[in-house]
């Protein structure tokens, strides 16, 4: 079975990190490109970033430029997306996903606000 499953979400004060996880089970991250989507209430859900399976080449949405950091460590069949400086802009569910929608998870709330 197939899965994608985020965890590391949470509440955090205006300009604190919070660092997502998502551990993928039934299939083998090696081959895709993987990201992280979110979606705030209201709004469209929009891409945040991705990182390629060839040469670890990344993509970051222009509002997180230079505060987040997405890595992969196919040995543990994990991706991760460092999150600095964080906005209560930031503030969605952040999904985890193949970058071309193959398989998802289930989400994880980020909340920044004092």
């Known amino acids: 079975q197939v899965q994608l499953v985020e965890s590391g979400g949470g509440l955090v004060q205006p300009g604190g990190s919070l660092r997502l996880s998502c551990a993928a089970s039934?299939?083998?991250?090696?081959?895709?490109?993987i990201g992280w989507f979110r979606q705030a209430p209201g709004k469209e859900r929009e891409g945040v970033s991705c990182i390629s399976s060839s040469d670890g080449s990344t993509y970051y949405a222009d509002s997180v430029k230079g505060r987040f950091t997405i890595s992969r460590d196919n040995a543990k069949n994990t991706v991760y997306l460092q999150m600095n400086s964080l906005k209560p802009e930031d503030t969605a569910v952040y999904y985890c996903?193949?970058?071309?929608?193959?398989?998802w998870g289930q989400g994880t709330q980020v909340t920044v606000s004092s």
């Open positions: 039934g299939f083998t991250l090696d081959y895709y490109a």
């Open positions: 996903a193949t970058c071309q929608g193959d398989y």
